[in-house]
Each structure stands twice: as C-alpha cells, then as structure tokens.
Nanobody, 120 residues
C-alpha cells in the first residue's frame, strides 16, 4: 500500500489549501479514508474521515472549515481547508481508517505527508 499526500504549502491565515492523497496497492473504494495531522511537538491527531459511502466526520476544531472528499475513479482523497489558522500548521497525512463518528483509527501504513504552514 502506498499513500502519498501532496498540496501543502505556506499560506496566510484566512486563506485556503487543497490537499490530495493518491492511494495505490488497495481496492480504494472498499476503504474508509482519513486525514491526520501532526504539529511540532505534538502527537498525530485525526482530522477528518470519509466512509466508503461518502459519509464524513470531522474533529471539532476543523468543523465548518475543512471538507473531505474522495474520487474512487482516481483512487484519491482530498482535504479542502478553508479559513486556515496558525494552529492548523502541521504535517498532514492520509490513511485508511476504521471506526465511526469521531472515533477513527488508522489501519494502514503511514505514507509521505505534506507540510502545511499557516502564518499569522
């Protein structure tokens, strides 16, 4: 399984970024997918998840600002991040996930993340 996140960068607070994650080596449509992030000095935390059927869930800190989506034809999952805040600064990763509502656990190997830096 390979998971490669991309699309990060340096942006000012209030701006937007769209992250992409390309998956290979799995039957993508059979997995729920999630985004995680790890800020400097902090543990990796779950951010958003999308089920096989397209249902979405978010950590409270990003609700109303981030949107997760998927394209099964492209084996890709996306994270549209709007109204970015400095506290969103982190390395963002995608992974296959298991769980429901706000209790999700990564179920695959971690691939390459993408750095998001939000300046104030």
């Amino acid at each position: 399984v390979q998971l490669q996140a991309s699309g990060g960068g340096l942006v000012q607070a209030g701006r937007s970024l769209r992250l992409s994650c390309a998956a290979s080596g799995i039957t993508f449509s059979s997995y729920s997918m999630g985004w995680y992030r790890q800020a400097p000095g902090k543990e990796r935390e779950w951010v958003a998840a999308i089920t096989m059927g397209g249902n979405t869930n978010y950590v409270d800190s990003v609700k109303g600002r981030f949107i997760i989506s998927r394209d099964n034809a492209k084996n890709a999952v996306y994270l549209q991040m709007n109204s970015l805040k400095p506290e969103d600064t982190a390395i963002y990763y995608c992974n296959t996930v298991r769980g429901e509502i706000t209790h999700w656990a990564a179920s695959g190997s971690w691939g390459r993340g993408t750095q998001v830096t939000v300046s104030s």
